[in-house]
């Protein structure tokens, strides 16, 4: 299949969405490396403390957090994905400057990040709003207790990131059917202007 019009895709979505299950197939599919932005947020984190980087080391500092009601959660969600921003951009902005194709997804990647590149870097939101099927999927990759919890957090979150990818001028899928969703993505993003 011809190459996308672009350098840098973003894959972004809540957890448990399906941001890898689309971004490996996608990169695949253009020949185009696939990294994960969860990464960067890790390696970043390594090389701070939490006095230098409270926001980033926030969860490990304060388990208790994660019993917050799930509007609390998905703000401090944004507020961490807001404080990683530069980062990736900088990352996005290098891949751009040496033309080295990547699809990129992660929980902290935002669809705003494309807006102020050229066509070159397009977003786009896999869009899981149904916490049933949001703990469904948490639990077909994490055997265990069903996830309810987390999964009214992803809802929150995968809303959040519809409107912003909508506001932005990026592209939001529906991550089900599932069978279709890479030609659905891909054919979002070509038609982005």
């Not at 890790?42 to 509007?71: I, R």
């Not at 921003?85 to 929980?107: K, R």
Request: include cysteine; proline fraction near 7%; glycine fraction near 6%.
């Amino acid at each position: 299949m011809e190459s996308p019009p672009r350098i840098v895709t973003l894959v972004c979505g809540a957890s448990g969405a399906g941001k890898s299950r689309l971004a490996v197939p996608l990169a695949q599919r253009y020949g185009h490396p696939w990294g994960e932005a969860d990464d960067i947020v890790t390696a970043v984190k390594a090389l701070t403390t939490a006095d230098q980087a409270p926001v980033l080391h926030f969860w490990d500092n304060h388990p208790q957090a994660a019993a917050w009601p799930p509007e609390k959660i998905a703000e401090l969600h944004f507020t961490v994905a807001e404080a990683v921003q530069p980062g990736l951009a900088a990352v996005i902005a290098d891949h751009v400057a040496f033309d080295a194709p990547i699809v990129l997804e992660g929980d902290y990647l935002l669809p705003d990040l494309a807006v102020g590149f050229d066509a070159r870097v397009r977003a786009l939101v896999v869009h899981e709003d149904d916490a049933d099927q949001l703990a469904a999927n948490f639990t077909a990759r994490e055997p265990g207790p069903a996830q309810r919890h987390r999964a009214a957090v992803s809802a929150l979150v995968s809303a959040e990131l519809a409107r912003r990818a909508e506001a932005a001028g990026q592209a939001v899928v529906s991550a089900r059917p599932w069978h279709d969703v890479v030609d659905r993505a891909d054919s979002a993003l070509r038609h982005l202007r």
